[in-house]
């Protein structure tokens, strides 16, 4: 079979992504799946609650300066010399389109990777291995530029718990009884894959609790950086086949629209959630019905996916918040859990970059100069897995991994060829994200180690204002203590299923 090496349009690339990063948010994305989420509830027997949102309100981060965000250009130079056998894509920026608020430019800044590494410090140290497991399920095989879509809606809804579910619902509503139906069989085939990817975080969750605990399997002296690396790839390796199967059917899917049905989508692209049909769930029951328990999430997840894959670009597809990686710790809980169960909360997304600069910042009052330092290390230690280095890094694996699931639109691509290239680039990405993971779970420790009783009361302080308070109806809330774990956002009624998991992870801490 021929094959070509990934090309860059670099002009066009940079233009898309540069934005003045003075106006740049050092918070990264809202993070919560919305309805689709809460429990794995189904949407075809759920009633909407009302409107809900927090009375608090945050201050606003401080934005990075230019100087610590790289250019676009040298990353996209790094992922086009590292590129492989992957077909030829050039993204470009339409023609009197506005540069995006949410970049890649903004995500891999100094300050935001700073600030998010920060918060899943203070996520970790104040928190419990039940919160760590909270994780919202758009994190697995998110190539689709849903992240992207929701990042930067126009009209500021796109981290509201409704966004989901509008975008999901109009393309529910659009699909034919045939197309749908190829939705629910893939939902009911992948089940076990999504399960299974989330029971599977759980070991490296427990050994990076051990750590923090002190509570090592005797004759070890840390985690290894080995076992870690291939607990992450597994993790990868699945999500890649998740990901290569999902755009497979989403190819097949697109192509299949008819005119009208083509017409209905284009009307929604390039505008907010305010612009789209206000589709109810009683005018998609019907069509929702029949569906096996546990897959309406995952259908909602397909239809939010086919309108973001359809409406978007490789650049949103590779586009990733800053707090996409780094997910074993504890955040996403932090933010998200006052969010469940209440639709039209909206989260905040300027929490994570005033609540990380507790730990990474002296001046707010929480740690010392020298323990915010040694937390900020952080980001030159991830740096070069994250982007700079120039064989193999994250943004440059995604790019080249983003681009052969959209190559599979093309009828004239090699569906078992992708299928290969994706698992390999897949491996990678476990790789370098395991590095990172292990690198993080390890100076946590270490600044928390240095902590004074009053210095962690402190900090224990923040996570409860920041995790509890009332709702609009006034109604008060407390997640600060996390009591059971979660599979993905849904509680685990029956822990005993965890075992497995969680029992024995000493292989975490020496030699594979």
């Not at 690339?13 to 809460?38: V, Y």
């Not at 994190?139 to 879509?149: M, P, S, W």
């Not at 859990?337 to 909360?345: D, F, L, M």
């Not at 203590?481 to 029956?494: D, E, G, H, R, V």
Request: aromatic residues 8%; glycine residues 6%.
């Amino acid at each position: 079979m021929k094959t070509t090496r990934l090309i860059y349009n670099r002009k066009a690339f940079l233009a898309t992504h540069m934005i003045s990063l003075a106006l740049a948010l050092a918070s990264g994305c809202g993070g919560f799946e919305d309805t689709a989420s809460n429990f794995a509830r189904d949407p075809a027997s759920t009633q909407a609650t009302p409107k809900a949102t927090t009375t608090k309100t945050k201050a606003k981060a401080d934005a990075p300066t230019p100087a610590e965000a790289p250019t676009q250009q040298s990353t996209v130079a790094t992922a086009t010399a590292a590129a492989t056998t992957v077909p030829t894509v050039q993204p470009t920026i339409s023609s009197g389109a506005s540069v995006p608020s949410f970049n890649m430019s903004q995500t891999l800044s100094d300050e935001a990777q700073r600030t998010t590494i920060a918060f899943a410090g203070l996520a970790m140290m104040t928190g419990n291995l039940a919160s760590q497991s909270f994780f919202p399920p758009g994190k697995v095989a998110d190539y689709t530029g849903f992240q992207f879509l929701r990042d930067n809606d126009p009209d500021g809804m796109g981290h509201n718990t409704s966004f989901l579910t509008r975008v999901a619902n109009n393309v529910i509503l659009t699909l034919n009884d045939s197309q749908l139906a190829q939705l629910k069989a893939l939902a009911v085939a992948q089940i076990g894959q999504i399960n299974l990817y989330g029971y599977k975080r759980f070991p490296l969750m427990k050994a990076f609790r051990r750590l923090m605990d002190g509570d090592l399997p005797s004759g070890a002296t840390d985690l290894n950086l080995n076992a870690v690396k291939q607990a992450s790839r597994d993790l990868y390796l699945l999500d890649g086949q998740i990901s290569f199967d999902r755009a497979k059917l989403y190819a097949d899917i697109l192509s299949s629209l008819s005119a009208t049905q083509r017409a209905r989508l284009d009307a929604m692209k390039g505008k907010g959630w305010n612009s789209w049909p206000d589709i109810s769930q009683d005018q998609i029951r019907s069509k929702m019905s029949g569906l096996a328990p546990g897959t309406s999430v995952a259908v909602m997840t397909y239809a939010g996916d086919l309108f973001s894959w359809y409406a978007g670009s490789l650049e949103a597809d590779v586009y990733f918040c800053p707090e996409r990686h780094g997910t074993y710790f504890g955040s996403f809980y932090m933010k998200d859990a006052p969010a469940i169960g209440h639709e039209g909360y909206g989260i905040d997304t300027q929490l994570t970059a005033t609540a990380g600069a507790a730990l990474s910042d002296s001046a707010k009052g929480y740690v010392t100069q020298s323990q915010a330092t040694l937390m900020s290390s952080l980001v030159s230690q991830q740096r070069a897995n994250l982007y700079a280095s120039s064989n193999a890094n994250i943004v440059g694996t995604r790019t080249r991994i983003a681009a052969l699931l959209r190559s599979l639109m093309s009828a004239s691509t090699s569906a078992d060829d992708i299928q290969s290239q994706v698992l390999e680039l897949s491996g990678e990405y476990g790789d370098l994200d395991g590095e990172n993971n292990h690198a993080y779970a390890t100076v946590f420790v270490q600044v928390y180690e240095t902590l004074t009783s009053a210095q962690k009361s402190k900090l224990s302080d923040l996570r409860k204002s920041i995790m509890s308070g009332r709702y609009a109806n006034g109604t008060a809330f407390d997640f600060s203590n996390c009591l059971t774990p979660f599979l993905y956002s849904a509680p685990i009624a029956n822990q005993s299923s965890l075992e497995s998991y969680i029992s024995n992870t000493d292989a975490l801490f020496f030699e594979p």
